[in-house]
C-alpha cells in the first residue's frame, strides 16, 4: 500500500531549487516531506496530531476516547480518579461471567468509597458540587472556577473552614476571584445569589484576605460604570462622557477611598443630568433645583 501522498502547500527544495508542488510527496509514516527531484527532505515530523476517529454523541465520545477529561481544581480528586467501566465484556470482546461480574459491581462500590475516605475530601466534594450549582447561576468562566479552587483549597489547608459554613467560605472564594480577575461584582450581588448573609460573607472575606495574606488589587470605576451603565440602559454617549469624567477623577486623584460602585453612579448622574440639560435647553442647575422641590412632596415618594 502506498504511503505517500502529494504536498498541496507551498514549498521550494533548497537544494535543486525545484518548486512544482507535484515532486514534493509526504510520507505518512515517518512524517518527512521528500522532494522527488534530488530526493531531500524538506521537513520532518509533519504528522497530522487531530484524532482519527469522530464522535456524533457523548456515549460515543467516551467509548472512542483513549483519554479522560483534564485535571482540574475544582474536583476533589483534581480530575486524576480511576473509574471501573459498566460494560460487561472483557478487553478481547467476551463476555464476562456473571460471578465475575457480581465481584466488579462490588468493585466499583468500594472504588468510589475509597475515593473519600477522608473528612478533606468529602467537605472538598461538598464545596465544589456547590460551585457548579453558583457556576449556572452566575455564568461563571472556567477560569474563576479554577482560581475559586485555588482559593478554596488554600483555606481548608490554613482550617480555615472549621468551624464556618463551606457556603460562606465558598462564596468568598468566589468574590475574591471576581476582585482578582477584575471583574466587577459586589458582595450584595454575591450574597443575592449564593443564599449567604451578606455580613458573613464580608467576615470570612475579611478572614481570608488577612489569613492567607492576599493582595485583592482594587476595583476599576471604569468596568464599574460600564456595568451599572448596562444595566440601568443608558446612552452610548452618556456612558462615553462618564468614562472621560473617571479619567479626569483618577488624574486628579479624587477616587482614593471611594466606594468603586458609588462613584460610578454619581458620575453616571452628572453625565446623564448634563444630557438632559442640554436636551430640555435648560442648566444643570435648574434641573437639579427642581428635582430637589419634587423630592420634598410628600405625594411623590417615588423618587426618594
Given at each position: 500500500m502506498d504511503n505517500k501522498k502529494t504536498v498541496t502547500s507551498t514549498f521550494k527544495?533548497?537544494?535543486?531549487?525545484c518548486s512544482e508542488q507535484k515532486l514534493f510527496v509526504v510520507d505518512s509514516f515517518t512524517g518527512e516531506t521528500i522532494c522527488q527531484k534530488c530526493?531531500?527532505?524538506?521537513?520532518?515530523?509533519?504528522?497530522?496530531q487531530n484524532q482519527e476517529w469522530s464522535a456524533f454523541n457523548i456515549e460515543e465520545f467516551n467509548d472512542k476516547a483513549r483519554t479522560g477529561t483534564p485535571s482540574s481544581l475544582a474536583r476533589h480528586d483534581m480530575g486524576l480518579f480511576t473509574v471501573i467501566g459498566r460494560t460487561d465484556k472483557d478487553a478481547s470482546g467476551g463476555k464476562i461471567d456473571p460471578l465475575v461480574r457480581s465481584a466488579m459491581e462490588r468493585l466499583k462500590i468500594w472504588d468510589f468509597r475509597s475515593q473519600i475516605h477522608t473528612p478533606t475530601d468529602r467537605n472538598l466534594r461538598q464545596a465544589f458540587s456547590e460551585l457548579d450549582v453558583l457556576k449556572a447561576k452566575l455564568?461563571?468562566?472556567d477560569a474563576i472556577i479554577e482560581k475559586t479552587a485555588y482559593v478554596y483549597r488554600?483555606?481548608?489547608?490554613?482550617q480555615l473552614v472549621r468551624g464556618r459554613t463551606t457556603s460562606a467560605i465558598l462564596a468568598a472564594c468566589v468574590y475574591i476571584a471576581y476582585r482578582e480577575i477584575g471583574t466587577p461584582r459586589?458582595?450584595?450581588?454575591?450574597s443575592a445569589i449564593s443564599n449567604v448573609k451578606r455580613k458573613?460573607?464580608?467576615?470570612?472575606y475579611r478572614l481570608i484576605v488577612s489569613k492567607l495574606e492576599l493582595k485583592i488589587p482594587v476595583l476599576d470605576p471604569i468596568k464599574c460604570i460600564v456595568r451599572v451603565a448596562n444595566k440601568?440602559?443608558?446612552?452610548?454617549?452618556?456612558?462615553?462622557?462618564?468614562?472621560?469624567?473617571?479619567y479626569k477623577i483618577n488624574e486628579n486623584e479624587l477616587a482614593a477611598g471611594k466606594d468603586p460602585m458609588g462613584l460610578a453612579a454619581s458620575v453616571l448622574y452628572l453625565s446623564?443630568?448634563?444630557?438632559?440639560a442640554a436636551a430640555a435647553g435648560v442648566t444643570e442647575v435648574t434641573i437639579r433645583n427642581r428635582t430637589q422641590e419634587l423630592r420634598k412632596k410628600s405625594c411623590l415618594k417615588i423618587i426618594r
Open positions: 527544495c533548497p537544494s535543486c531549487g530526493g531531500a527532505i524538506l521537513e520532518i515530523n509533519n504528522i497530522n455564568g461563571l468562566s488554600k483555606a481548608q489547608e490554613r459586589t458582595l450584595k450581588d454575591i458573613d460573607l464580608a467576615r470570612c440601568a440602559n443608558l446612552s452610548e454617549i452618556t456612558k462615553r462622557k462618564a468614562i472621560d469624567l473617571m446623564s443630568l448634563s444630557d438632559h
